[in-house]
């Protein structure tokens, strides 16, 4: 029964304005911003990285769309390196 009424109940009894949450809310940002930062950079490295158990099909680099290559499994940086590299005329030959 004081689980259903636990948010009325605590509603009732806090008294702090709301602008002191958003005070709270900024003090945590700000001793927390060098974990935020690196949580971030973890993020986009995942990004980076290629799952190698995901690329099981064949595929020929030298034809295939950014679109398919990213569908096949590959990351988006390996994939934007292959289009660079087939656009200044280069091409694979294994």
């Excluded at 605590?10 to 927390?32: C, G, M, R």
């Excluded at 988006?76 to 294994?94: E, L, P, T, W």
Aim: proline share 2%.
């Amino acid at each position: 029964m004081v689980c259903a009424y636990q948010f009325y109940i605590h509603n009732y009894f806090y008294t702090e304005a709301p602008y002191v949450d958003s005070q709270k809310l900024q003090e945590f940002i700000s001793n927390n911003k060098s974990l935020l930062e690196e949580k971030r950079l973890v993020l986009e490295k995942q990004d980076d990285v290629t799952d190698k158990n995901r690329v099981n099909e064949l595929f020929d680099p030298n034809i295939e769309s950014k679109e398919q290559l990213i569908h096949k499994g590959l990351s988006k940086r390996v994939v934007n390196n292959i289009i660079n590299y087939r656009n200044k005329g280069g091409s694979f030959k294994v």
